[in-house]
């Protein structure tokens, strides 16, 4: 078998799109997230329900050929995990100045493009969410970049991690620092199945797009 080939799916996949797992000293599997953990190891198709499947039916036994431990909760462990990078790095970028927080300056850095990516907390009102979802469609349509939207964390957890309070709505701003915190933030979304908010926005332009042009 491939070095990076899904024990679930038997598939080739690039390293981003896998997650590589050890058996550790006493037996138990672990994952590694880094991929430089010493020692033979197996890779799976990084997102929860493949993990969750290796598990349930025994695969990381047949892909190592060894009795192997499988922590009780493999899946929610890598979801910790994945959820704590990305939180940390997160921090590094407010620490650099990489971010903008309230619902105002959010709206600003997505209609001026300065934004790579928006975080919504999972308490966000409908209400606004729905006017920085608009200035991300709006900065679409008159040629600017695709914005896309996240609801991972908790109002707590982006409050501690960026050092402020009631943190409901925050802006990545581009640049080193948010491209670091991108790749943790899509690796955590794809892990959790794809953020619906971002799939109803691309539908949405989708959609006006095509009205416009019956109306041309």
């Not at 920085?132 to 991972?152: C, E, F, M, N, W």
């Not at 409050?159 to 491209?179: E, F, P, Q, R, Y």
């Not at 619906?196 to 539908?203: C, F, N, S, T, V």
Request: charge should be neutral; glycine fraction near 10%.
């Amino acid at each position: 078998m491939n070095d990076r080939t899904c024990i679930v799916t038997r598939k080739q996949a690039e390293p981003d799109e896998l997650i590589r797992f050890v058996v550790g000293p006493d037996s138990a599997v672990v994952p590694d997230l880094k991929r430089n953990l010493p020692g033979r190891g197996c890779w799976v198709s990084a997102d929860r329900l493949h993990i969750d499947k290796a598990a349930a039916k025994n695969l990381f036994a047949r892909a190592f050929k060894a009795q192997v431990v499988v922590p009780p909760d493999l899946g929610g462990m890598v979801d910790g995990l994945l959820s704590r990078n990305a939180l940390g790095m997160l921090g590094l970028a407010r620490k650099a100045g990489a971010i903008a927080l309230g619902a105002t300056k959010v709206e600003s850095a997505v209609r001026g493009g300065l934004a790579l990516f928006v975080l919504h907390a999972t308490e966000a009102s409908e209400d606004g969410v729905r006017k920085i979802s608009q200035a991300r469609r709006a900065t679409v349509h008159i040629g600017g970049p695709s914005i896309l939207a996240y609801k991972l964390f908790s109002e707590a957890e982006l409050s501690l991690a960026l050092g402020g309070t009631n943190v409901i709505h925050a802006a990545v701003l581009a640049g080193d620092a948010g491209k670091a915190v991108q790749k943790r933030m899509v690796a955590l979304d794809r892990y959790r199945g794809g953020s619906p908010d971002d799939l109803a926005m691309l539908a949405a332009v989708a959609d006006e797009d095509d009205a416009a042009e019956d109306m041309e």
